[in-house]
């Protein structure tokens, strides 16, 4: 069978008829999978301020991060561009480290809160720095304020993804979650508010508190 229309990969083609869900998969990829975002795409990124980050390097080793910000702070440029931001953090860039050896990028949004539903965007990234996506003519005036409120902390820098595949997340096993107010100190170097030595890795190797967080 010839796979090279469909999305996704060829490995998954393989175990779809494997296990005899070619059907079911391609019910799927006709109704609900797209190579943009379309408007209901877009305004569902305009309300979410979390999304979890999944890249490899050269030999396939997978990293799977956290970013967070103000709603809205992972911004679509058009339908088929998004940009988000990168605050400062413990210095390691696992993710940057894994997008110099290789573009691809894998971000799940999840609304926890009130809709329950999630949204997969899959695609190429690129590095961008902040001089450089100020020239870029997609960036209006409203959109630069919003780009850099980030608690009054401007990113170091930022992630634009080509985006390739954008599909939902099923609601059926998203739990209701209830936020409550808490004061998010963005890019903040205060190791007690990052975290400290929660699981105990410094002390176990007679480091004493650490200096910054485990955060990636």
């Known amino acids: 069978m010839d796979n090279t229309r469909l999305p996704g ?14 059907d079911r998969a391609r019910t799927f990829y006709d109704r609900q999978m797209l190579d943009h975002l379309n ?21 396939g080793e997978c990293d799977n991060s956290f970013r967070a910000g103000e709603p809205g702070f992972v911004v679509p440029l058009d339908e088929r561009t998004l940009v988000y931001p990168e605050l400062r953090g413990n ?39 902040h001089e450089e996506l100020l020239a870029d003519e ?3 005036v409203p959109l630069l304020e919003m780009l850099t409120r980030q608690g ?15 599909y939902i997340h099923c609601s059926k096993h998203i739990p209701r979650l209830v936020k409550t107010d808490r004061q998010v100190d963005w890019g903040t170097d205060d190791a007690k508010r990052k ?3 929660y699981f105990g890795v410094a002390e176990a190797k007679g480091l004493g508190a650490p200096s910054s967080a485990p955060e990636r």
């Open 39 to 59: 408007e209901g795409m877009r305004e569902f990124l305009a309300r979410q301020d979390m999304v979890f980050v999944a890249t490899a390097d050269a030999r």
């Open 91 to 129: 210095g390691v860039y696992a993710t940057l480290g894994n997008l110099a050896e290789n573009p691809h990028i894998a971000l799940m949004f999840v609304d926890f809160f009130e809709d329950l539903v999630g949204l997969h965007v899959n695609g190429r990234a690129a590095v961008v720095e």
């Open 195 to 197: 975290g400290g030595d």
């Open 152 to 166: 009054g902390r401007r990113p170091e820098r930022w992630v634009m993804v080509s985006v390739e595949e954008a």
């Open 9 to 22: 990969s060829d490995g998954e083609h393989v175990v779809q008829e494997r296990w005899d869900a070619v």
């Open 138 to 140: 997609r960036v209006t």
